[in-house]
């Protein structure tokens, strides 16, 4: 107001066929889904990514039950004041593995959660917003949106006749 000038958003809004939901995904490395996907996978919960949720589900999971069973015999050897089996322990080389798949599946998540969620939400209907919008151009650009996907929305349900009448062709 006042030759205030609005900021574009960060984000590229996509809306559903229905029009009632609205998702904001980022054309660039998300933090929010590296940082925080392998919290049980629930940030990917509401970008409707399942599969990928429940593989971080089972990932976080096991990760922590290998931990706490560690903390657990590492508390029992303190107790009993055996601090040569606190030496002999031996490090779980499936904890480690584990620990890698879940931070290589959340740097993967960070560079490709959004584009993923893109382009499942689009063969379901979803469409972009506003594609004119400099995000929203920027992540058909990054992402190779086809240009089917990339009509605003609203124009896809728009039906085409061919020439002549709907009587004409009966």
């Known amino acids: 107001m006042f030759g205030k000038k609005t900021k574009p958003s960060k984000f590229a809004f996509i ?17 929010s889904l590296f940082l925080s996907s392998s919290v049980f996978g629930f940030p990917l919960l509401r970008l409707r990514l399942w599969d990928w949720a429940a593989g971080m589900f089972v990932l976080s ?32 080389c499936a904890e480690h593995f584990l620990s890698v ?13 959004h584009r993923l969620c893109c382009r499942r939400l689009m063969q379901k209907g979803w469409r972009f917003e506003n594609p004119d919008d400099p995000a929203s151009s920027a992540a058909i650009k990054k992402w190779r ?13 728009r039906i085409r006749f061919r020439a002549g009448t709907p009587s004409d062709r009966l």
Do not use: C
């Open 15 to 31: 809306v559903s066929p229905d029009g009632k939901s609205k998702i904001g995904l980022l054309p660039r490395f998300n933090w």
């Open 61 to 92: 999971s096991a990760d922590i039950w290998l931990s706490v069973k560690k903390l657990m015999a590492t508390w029992d050897a303190a107790l009993i004041g055996d601090l040569a089996a606190l030496d002999r322990m031996e490090e779980s």
């Open 101 to 113: 798949l879940l931070l290589a599946g959340s740097i993967w998540l960070g560079f490709y959660g």
């Open 145 to 157: 949106i086809p240009s089917q996907y990339s009509k605003k929305y609203g124009e896809h349900k």
